[in-house]
Each structure stands twice: as structure tokens, then as C-alpha cells.
């Protein structure tokens, strides 16, 4: 469903350059008609709803749910935020890729990773990037919490880290978090992390991660 909003952010997309480039038509299309969004909050009977904020800018992103609950399939998806050009279109993306074709089911839907959306997105720029895992973040959270109402606590997937620095209890998911802000070397991600300061001994295995997630976020065309 299309619907044109009001931000609280002046919409300038022409203007928006990032060190990867202008953003795709596909984006603009998204920004300007974004498609799921949430309007009538009070009246929608969601089954599941989540919530995350972004470390790298402080924005919010709701996402709430309808759940067919013999099939599993998601047959409705909406979305709320106050982020940027980037978090709007990447959410209203993510939101037809859940509902289009009948809809994903859960399991298919928990999958869900920003470079799918930003393959259909046709990119964004290298800097917007973290805007892009607010969507799916929040739906793994909503798709969670139906898994919580329905008494399937079994089910509930909570994103864990693996401990990269020992010393400082630094986990791949920090640095994953330091390079989607920008972070594009090992000096910028212990500017944002001190990984390594404490326990050395992981510094290669960090180089080796940073390559990993600026190969899997900033090289999306
Ligand atoms: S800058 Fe905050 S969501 Fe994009």
C-alpha cells in the first residue's frame, strides 16, 4: 500500500550525496511513497510489535505485525519512525519484501538481511548505511514478541554475540555495529570500540572481520 507521509524531517533527497553515491530511483520512490506505513496506530490489532534505536544516531524504528497463524505467514507488516531518507525507504522495502507473494512466514521473515534490501534498493551510500538495520532489527524484535504472546518462548531468537576480545568482552556484533557507523579501519573501529587494547591477541582476527563487514555493507552497489 502506498501512502505519502509527513516526516519530521524536510525531505532533500536530491541534495543527499554519501561517499557511495546519490541515492537509487528505487529510494526516491520509497522516501517520497513510502508503502506500509503506520497510520492508525491505536486502531490496528498487531500481533507482534518491536522497537529498536540506533546507536549511530539516536532514531527510532517501530515495526508491528499481523500473523496468519495456521500458515505462520506474515499477511501484514507496518512501520513507524523518526530516521532519515535512508530508514524510511530501506523500512518500506522491507516491508513489501515480508507481505509480497502472500507473505513470508516467520522463520523466512527472521532471515531477513539489510543487503537484501539494499540489493532491491539498489544501494545506498556507504554512510546511510546503518539506517538500513533498523528495519529488519525491529522486525526480528516484533516477530520475537509474537513468538512471546502466543506462548512459543522456545522460539525466541536473541541476537547473541561471539566474544572477539576476551579482555574487554567485545563482541563481532560491536565491531558489525562500528563499521555499519562508518568505521572503515582497524584505528577507527578502536576509536569506537578498543578492541584489541586489552587483549592483542585478536587484533587479526578483527582486521579479518572489518574486511568481512565493509565486503558485506559498504561494497553493495
Ligand atoms: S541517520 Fe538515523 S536512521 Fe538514518
Not at 169 to 196: F, M, S, W, Y
Amino acid at each position: 500500500m502506498k501512502q505519502s507521509i509527513k516526516t519530521t524531517k524536510t525531505p532533500d533527497v536530491k541534495s543527499q550525496k554519501g561517499e557511495g553515491g546519490f541515492y537509487s530511483d528505487t529510494v526516491k520512490e520509497h522516501f517520497f511513497h513510502p508503502h506500509n506505513f503506520m497510520v492508525d496506530e491505536a486502531g490496528y490489532k498487531a500481533d507482534g510489535q518491536g522497537m529498536v534505536g540506533s546507536p549511530a544516531c539516536g532514531d527510532v524504528m517501530r515495526v508491528w505485525i499481523k500473523v496468519d497463524p495456521k500458515t505462520k505467514k506474515i499477511t501484514d507488516c507496518r512501520w513507524k519512525t523518526f530516521g532519515c531518507a535512508s530508514a524510511i525507504a530501506a523500512t518500506s522495502m522491507m516491508s513489501d519484501m515480508v507481505i509480497e507473494k502472500g507473505g513470508l512466514t516467520l522463520e523466512k521473515a527472521r532471515q531477513i538481511r539489510p543487503q537484501d534490501i539494499m540489493e532491491r534498493l539498489g544501494g545506498l551510500p556507504a554512510r546511510k548505511i546503518h539506517c538500513s538495520v533498523l528495519g529488519d532489527k525491529a522486525l526480528r524484535a516484533a516477530i520475537n514478541d509474537y513468538y512471546r504472546k502466543t506462548g512459543q518462548v522456545d522460539k525466541i531468537e536473541i541476537e547473541q554475540g561471539r566474544i572477539i576480545d576476551k579482555v574487554l568482552k567485545i563482541t563481532d556484533h560491536d565491531i558489525e555495529e562500528a563499521v555499519l557507523e562508518g568505521a572503515d579501519t582497524l584505528e577507527k573501529v578502536q576509536a569506537k570500540t578498543k578492541v584489541g587494547t586489552g587483549d592483542p591477541a585478536c587484533i587479526p582476527e578483527v582486521e579479518q572481520l572489518i574486511r568481512f563487514y565493509k565486503e558485506k555493507y559498504c561494497e553493495t552497489k
